[in-house]
């Protein structure tokens, strides 16, 4: 499976739950509750959607740093 790149989702809702489609880019519902997001998306006929918490804000990861050599 192929990453996806959600950068503008954490943007747009930092810290906040958001419902997807099964397309994992299409955005149902957002809200600072799991089950508030997860009511309005059922209300809008999603049947099983895509729950996910989005970060506060975006951090940037490269990897481990190298242990220094004694």
Partial sequence: M????RTHLAK???GKW??????RRTVIAAGA???V????????GAKQPI???LPKR?????GPAPFPRV
């Fill in 37 to 44: 997001v997860r009511r309005d998306a059922e209300r809008k």
């Fill in 12 to 14: 747009k809702h930092p």
């Fill in 2 to 5: 192929r990453s996806i790149d």
């Fill in 51 to 53: 729950l996910i918490r």
């Fill in 18 to 23: 958001v419902a997807l489609k099964p397309d």
């Fill in 58 to 62: 975006i951090l940037s990861f490269v």
């Fill in 33 to 35: 509750s799991l089950a």
